[in-house]
């Protein structure tokens, strides 16, 4: 299995690498786990739903 860092992946999901790491310690990113301190991440890992949006209601 190939292995991607959080760099990489927020490079490629189109966010920061902080925005990464927090998914990783929040155990979202299955698969992805820490060396020393660097998160690591299987290539083939996909992107968590963004839980901080908000769905509008048909009422709204």
């Known amino acids: 299995m190939n292995y991607l860092s959080a760099k990489e992946v927020a490079?490629?999901?189109?966010?920061?690498?902080?925005?990464?790491q927090?998914?990783?310690?929040?155990?979202?990113i299955q698969g992805a786990f820490k060396i020393s301190a660097v998160w690591v991440i299987p290539k083939e890992a996909n992107k968590p739903e963004d839980k901080r949006k908000i769905k509008?209601?048909?009422?709204?």
């Open 22 to 28: 927090v998914l990783c310690e929040e155990g979202r």
């Open 56 to 60: 509008k209601t048909s009422n709204e």
């Open 11 to 20: 490079t490629q999901w189109g966010i920061t690498r902080r925005r990464v």
